[in-house]
Every structure is written in structure tokens, then in C-alpha cells.
């Protein structure tokens, strides 16, 4: 089994940063992308940023220029340093993971249990 474990939410003011960070443990192989989704009340979830093993990245329209996602392959974990926090981005932020293992040989989805990122005006 895959486990994907956050840190790193909260409450912030309009204009602050916060780091959100992701682990993945378990039956491991080989983590392929890595990325965040978020969640607001009422609606679908979204993609907020997606990084691929070589590096890759892509981001949601509403977030380039103001977040950045990294990650570090030796060690399974992606982190997602979001600056400007605008009340817009209040979610709860999913990390994601396609693993590779003996039972998915070709990749299966993981996320995460979901960390609240709340901005206040």
C-alpha cells in the first residue's frame, strides 16, 4: 500500500505564503507525477500544479507567477510554495502521486487525506 502524507496548511492573510509539503511511503517502485489538486466548497477539484519526474511542470492558469512546485525524486516528496495567497485560493489542497509498484506495474493514483489552505481578506 501507498501512502501520501501532507503538511503544511493553515490560515494566512491576503498576500502571504505558505509551503505545503507531500511524502509518499509504502511499496514504492517509482513515483512518475507528482502534483497538487485543491477543492472548494461547492465545487470540483482542480489542478493546481503537476510535476513530472524530469522536472516538467504545469500549473493552473490562476496560480503561474505565484506558486512554485518542487520535488525531490530520491526521497518521493513534492512540495508546492504558494506566494500571494489571494482569498480565492481557500481549498483543501490534495497531494497526488502516480506510483509504480509489484501491484501496478504501470502506475496507479494516489492522494492524499486533503490539508485546509484558508486566506483571509
Known amino acids: 500500500q501507498v501512502q501520501m502524507v501532507e503538511s503544511g496548511g493553515g490560515l494566512v492573510q491576503a498576500g502571504g505564503s505558505l509551503r505545503l509539503s507531500c511524502a509518499a511511503s509504502?511499496?514504492?517502485?517509482?513515483?512518475?507525477?507528482m502534483g497538487w489538486y485543491r477543492q472548494a466548497p461547492g465545487t470540483q477539484r482542480e489542478l493546481v500544479a503537476i510535476?513530472?519526474?524530469?522536472?516538467?511542470?504545469k500549473y493552473a492558469d490562476s496560480v503561474k507567477g505565484r506558486f512554485t512546485i518542487s520535488r525531490d525524486n530520491a526521497m518521493n516528496t513534492v512540495d508546492l510554495q504558494m506566494n500571494s495567497l489571494q482569498p480565492g485560493d481557500t481549498a483543501v489542497y490534495y497531494c497526488?502521486?502516480?506510483?509504480?509498484?509489484?501491484?501496478?506495474?504501470?502506475?496507479?493514483?494516489?492522494w492524499g487525506q486533503g490539508t485546509q489552505v484558508t486566506v483571509s481578506s
Open positions: 497526488y502521486g502516480n506510483v509504480m509498484n509489484d501491484n501496478h506495474l504501470n502506475g496507479a493514483d494516489y
Open positions: 510535476i513530472g519526474r524530469n522536472g516538467g511542470t
Open positions: 509504502g511499496s514504492i517502485f517509482r513515483v512518475n507525477d
